[in-house]
């Protein structure tokens, strides 16, 4: 069979301004067994060429797949130009089948299937074992939708104009038993992070045992489990030396969550000293239980840190169930400076009504933790959270679901007006970058490569600052009259299980 696997011409400013394009790496995954399995497989990887939907239809043409392939990390914001691409492709190439894959389509598998023609089949949840077996079932019993699916877990699709979900598929036990397809990549040098180079996205780890309410990743995954860390560094190093690879991002939601298995491979990546940074996100409960090992984390090569603070409330966190205090959040990141290691701050806005003072404590907080960089982002309300149902009866000003992506208000806030809260999340970006401590402890850096890495991410983070402003003045529109959240007609999945039972699994999995 041949499959072409495609990444939606999705555009953020965060990747074209900010960190650079990333490789596709849902699509890598499920993208290795199928060669494996003797089929042909290509990428085009429409986002970082940003190609045209003229020239995606056209390479569709060209190439003649019997399957197209489409899904995106930012799966919530890329779904509208998937739906696009697919519309495109149908219409110039109508026996082409069409596959779906990711987070936000795993949730509105039955909408998406009943309202898009376009869309033949949906892969619900991770992706390896099911697009195998569905590609091996459409080979060997007839390249179409139909009954011969249904024996298939993991799938939806539709059969007598019903929409049709296949049994669940249980998560994947090995992960070491499953290869991303790394050879589908056809230039390295179209990806970079943080202008350290060429640079891949690895996942030591799935899933995650916390529950905060307004994140789904651990609903997704459904169980925490890891790859062999030995095996992981074999293959960080071969990327390195066969690829050139300088710059890893981890992919994990929790890489930290057993910490004998996170000590292995910090570990083992410490003892090959190879010259590759690693980005990962990492909770600040689990910066402080390590602070006896951040030298090992310096050593293995861990350069930036990304840290979910999300409030610097307590009372926001434990409504949000973060498992963290604001006290452990400046304890993490002053343990992070003192070896050497970046950190990044996740701040949400929008869990409650803010105003005014909100944003003046948050900078003054801010401020204090003294991290390196400041990710502001609005609040987004995901069908499939806690916080999701919680928020059914707000407000949504955003109905373009393309906007749905952390960098845009979603919900309408009581005492300020969109216009008022994005000016007061740019006043937070700039006097948080600006601060006269920051821009002093920035010059008198003494380290070349810790310099240039504050210039790179300060030049790139105002690039970024002006292209959201250009674009929310020029681009950006509100809803008139924003309509509830339940109003917008979000199915319902059931409720995940508790954060308790999850982390006995994990160590259970483990
Ligand atoms: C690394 C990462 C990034 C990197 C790299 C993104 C990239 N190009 O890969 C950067 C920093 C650039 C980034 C940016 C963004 N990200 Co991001 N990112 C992640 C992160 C940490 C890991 C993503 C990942 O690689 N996962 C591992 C892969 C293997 O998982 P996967 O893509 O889901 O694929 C599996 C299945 O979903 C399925 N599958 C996926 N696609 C397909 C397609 C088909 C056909 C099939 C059959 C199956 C299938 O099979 C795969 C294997 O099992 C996640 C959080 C997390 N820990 O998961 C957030 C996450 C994906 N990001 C998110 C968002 C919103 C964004 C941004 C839009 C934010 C922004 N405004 O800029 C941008 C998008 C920009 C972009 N161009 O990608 C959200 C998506 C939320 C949602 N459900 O819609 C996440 C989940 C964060 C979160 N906690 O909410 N991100
Ligand atoms: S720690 Fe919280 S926000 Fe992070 S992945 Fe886990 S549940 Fe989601």
């Not at 489990?225 to 710059?247: C, K, Q």
């Not at 400076?337 to 409650?352: A, D, Q, R």
């Not at 216009?419 to 402890?441: C, D, I, N, S, T």
């Not at 504050?454 to 681009?475: M, N, P, Q």
Request: aromatic share 10%; net charge neutral; glycine share 8%.
């Amino acid at each position: 069979m041949k499959v072409l696997l495609i990444n939606p011409p999705y555009q953020t400013i965060t990747s074209n301004f900010g960190v650079g394009h990333q490789i596709p790496l849902g699509l890598l995954m499920i993208g290795g067994p199928l060669r494996d399995a003797g089929h042909v497989v290509r990428l085009l990887d429409a986002e970082c060429r940003r190609s045209s939907l003229r020239a995606i239809v056209r390479e569709v043409r060209r190439w003649e797949p019997d399957v197209v392939m489409t899904g995106h990390a930012g799966s919530t914001p890329a779904h509208p130009t998937c739906i696009r691409m697919l519309r495109a492709i149908k219409e110039d190439s109508p026996g082409v089948i069409t596959v779906y894959g990711g987070v936000y389509p795993t949730y509105h598998a039955d909408r998406i299937l009943a309202q898009e023609p376009a869309v033949d089949l949906i892969v619900r949840g991770e992706g390896e074992a099911t697009t195998a077996d569905l590609i091996h079932a459409l080979q060997s019993r007839g390249i179409a939708v139909g009954p011969h699916l249904e024996q298939v877990p993991g799938l939806a699709y539709r059969a007598g104009g019903e929409v049709v979900l296949t049994d669940a598929r249980p998560p994947i036990p090995d992960l070491d038993g499953w290869r991303v397809g790394w050879e589908l990549i056809e230039n390295w040098d179209d990806y970079g992070c943080f202008g350290l180079g060429r640079a891949a996205i690895v996942q030591f780890s799935r899933g995650c045992p916390h529950r905060c309410t307004y994140c789904g990743q651990h609903g997704f995954w459904v169980k925490w489990r890891h790859r062999d860390p030995a095996r992981l560094a074999d293959e960080i190093e071969w990327l390195h030396r066969t690829h050139g690879v300088h710059f890893i991002t981890l992919a994990d939601e929790n890489p930290t969550t057993l910490q004998d298995k996170w000590r292995s491979f910090l570990e083992e990546m410490g003892a090959r000293k190879l010259p590759v940074r690693f980005f990962a996100t990492i909770r600040a409960t689990d910066i402080v239980r390590d602070r006896d090992l951040l030298s090992l984390y310096r050593e293995a090569g861990i350069l930036y840190v990304l840290m979910g603070v999300e409030s610097t409330d307590d009372e926001v966190l434990r409504q949000i169930q973060k498992g963290s205090t604001t006290r452990e959040d400046f304890r993490a990141c002053r343990l992070l400076k003192e070896h050497g290691i970046f950190s990044i701050l996740g701040h949400i806005v929008g869990f409650g009504q803010e105003d005014r003072s909100t944003f003046r404590t948050a900078l003054r907080q801010l401020r204090l933790y003294d991290g390196d960089h400041l990710n502001a982002m609005y609040v987004t309300p995901h069908a499939w959270t806690p916080f999701g149902r919680e928020v059914e009866g707000r407000r949504v000003v955003q109905p373009d679901l393309s906007k749905w992506d952390y960098r845009h208000q979603v919900l309408a806030q009581r005492s300020l007006r969109p216009w008022q809260l994005f000016l007061a999340v740019k006043w937070l970006e700039l006097r948080f970058h600006l601060g006269p401590a920051r821009l002093l402890a920035m010059l008198r850096e003494r380290d070349p490569g810790r310099r240039h890495q504050h210039f790179w991410v300060f030049r790139h983070s105002a690039l970024v600052w002006l292209a959201e402003v250009f674009e929310f003045l020029l681009r950006t529109s509100f809803a008139r009259t924003p309509v509830t959240l339940a109003e917008m007609e979000t199915p319902r999945p059931p409720p995940p299980t508790s954060g308790a039972d999850a982390t006995r699994e994990a160590r259970a999995n483990a």
